[in-house]
């Protein structure tokens, strides 16, 4: 598998060309466009547009919702030919390679079996789904009818990323020790608003899913697999069923201690990575995505200025968002290759978030990755118990609490 600005048959550590993987599914190949549909055409289906326009060998053929006016109007602006209000009546009338699944977390399960069952390959949206259950429900659909099932995750894209990642894997920086990951973000009433925000049943969790898992995700893309979380959920504001803050603090199976803050109470919003290693510490702040710029790396004291040097961020700089993910996920089926890493491994933050919801609902004890796993806490959904301070202290609280 591949980092996002490296070809797939070189590994980023190395730079040495490795066998490709082969995936399950037949080779689109190169003789003809790949076929794309968008399913909900609400405001981030015009980045997965956007990023299909940008690739000479694909085509957006098809989109779907059923707010008729939203549908014409996306359709009308990228020129696509097919518009239906279901999922069923696009795969009914089209032939497609790829949907992207631009819809609300608590449909994806139902419409990526559905497209699955016809044969067509996956791009969904974060959250993937509302539960572990329901996501491995999807994989196995995904794998037993032979086609991809592709997450947005695009905070692991673009060459920033991808550097810092071979930096830490490759040892270059030292054994990493201590990390930071905050998501600190504002999201008003109006948000709220939206009729299936703010619900277990809908949404499916809070901050720390809806928002924070972009962050815990790229955190755990550059530091591997976790061991341990112990959390407190809170709502302290918004008029919600569940959380509008999370903490937590993370042990990584590599021994590294993080701390993971989650917040839609923050006016100055900023998304912040911080990796602090023997050698140095490396950090990324950036709000909605980030380029090169927004890397930083600090040598400690002591380390030779020619050795911090070789550390340096590409020249060649790729920003990280939907258009490298895109790409990277249509050359997969293309080539008859597994996905890369950008766009695969979905249960990995899905299980952190689930840990954090499991974690705080007993108090704060210590979930492992473990039990997690044998057991199936909060496997089948993430509603769980939210501490509000308003409510302990006699004060008012959210009217959906």
């Known amino acids: 598998m591949s980092d996002s600005a490296l070809p797939a048959s070189t590994t980023a550590a190395t730079g040495r060309a490795v066998p490709p993987v082969r995936a399950p599914w037949a080779p689109i190949g190169q003789d003809r466009p790949v076929r794309?549909?968008?399913?909900?055409?609400?405001?981030?289906?015009?980045?997965?547009?956007?990023?299909?326009?940008?690739?000479?060998?694909?085509?957006?053929?098809?989109?779907?919702?059923?707010?008729?006016?939203?549908?014409?109007?996306?359709?009308?602006?990228?020129?696509v030919p097919g518009r239906y209000p279901t999922l069923s009546e696009l795969?009914?009338?089209?032939?497609?390679?790829?949907?992207?699944?631009?819809?609300?977390?608590?449909?994806?399960?139902e419409q990526t079996l559905e497209a699955a069952a016809a044969g067509v390959h996956v791009v969904c949206e974060k959250p993937p789904a509302l539960s572990l259950a329901e996501l491995?429900?999807?994989?196995?659909?995904?794998?037993?009818?032979?086609?991809?099932?592709?997450?947005?995750?695009?905070q692991r894209t673009g060459s920033g990323a991808a550097h810092v990642r071979d930096l830490l894997r490759s040892g270059a920086l030292g054994r990493p020790l201590v990390a930071q990951c905050e998501t600190l973000w504002f999201r008003g009433a109006d948000y709220y608003a939206?009729?299936?925000?703010?619900?277990?049943?809908?949404?499916?969790?809070?901050?720390?899913?809806?928002?924070g898992i972009h962050q815990m995700d790229l955190l755990a893309h550059l530091l591997g697999d976790w061991q341990e979380i112990s959390a407190q959920t809170w709502r302290l504001d918004r008029d919600t069923e569940m959380d509008d803050l999370s903490t937590a603090?993370?042990?990584?199976?590599?021994?590294?201690?993080?701390?993971?803050v989650s917040s839609t109470l923050s006016p100055r919003?900023?998304?912040?990575?911080?990796?602090?290693?023997?050698?140095?510490?490396?950090?990324?702040?950036?709000?909605?995505?980030?380029?090169?710029?927004?890397?930083?790396?600090?040598?400690a004291p002591g380390v030779p200025a020619e050795e911090s040097a070789g550390w340096g961020?590409?020249?060649?700089?790729?920003?990280?968002?939907?258009?490298?993910?895109?790409?990277?996920?249509?050359?997969?089926?293309?080539?008859?290759?597994?996905l890369p890493d950008v766009a695969s491994s979905a249960r990995r933050p899905l299980e952190i978030v689930t840990a954090?919801?499991?974690?705080?609902?007993?108090?704060?004890?210590?979930?492992?990755?473990?039990?997690l796993r044998e057991t199936g806490v909060l496997s089948t959904g993430l509603e769980s118990s939210i501490r509000d301070p308003r409510t302990e202290a006699g004060l008012h609280a959210s009217t959906r609490a």
């Open 313 to 338: 961020l590409p020249e060649e700089d790729e920003p990280s968002g939907h258009v490298p993910l895109v790409r990277e996920t249509y050359r997969a089926l293309r080539e008859g290759t597994a």
């Open 356 to 371: 954090i919801y499991a974690s705080a609902h007993s108090g704060g004890r210590r979930v492992t990755a473990d039990e």
């Open 36 to 79: 794309a549909a968008i399913v909900g055409t609400g405001a981030v289906a015009h980045l997965h547009a956007q990023a299909i326009a940008l690739d000479p060998l694909a085509e957006l053929v098809a989109c779907s919702d059923p707010d008729t006016g939203r549908l014409d109007g996306f359709a009308a602006r990228y020129a």
């Open 136 to 154: 491995d429900d999807m994989q196995e659909a995904c794998d037993s009818a032979g086609v991809a099932l592709a997450t947005v995750f695009q």
């Open 269 to 299: 919003e900023t998304s912040h990575v911080r990796v602090d290693c023997e050698r140095a510490t490396v950090e990324v702040e950036h709000l909605y995505g980030h380029s090169g710029p927004d890397w930083r790396i600090t040598p």
């Open 91 to 109: 795969l009914a009338s089209e032939t497609v390679d790829v949907v992207h699944l631009c819809t609300p977390p608590g449909v994806h399960r």
């Open 194 to 211: 939206v009729d299936w925000r703010g619900r277990w049943d809908s949404e499916g969790g809070g901050t720390t899913l809806g928002h």
């Open 249 to 260: 603090t993370i042990l990584f199976r590599d021994g590294v201690v993080a701390t993971a």
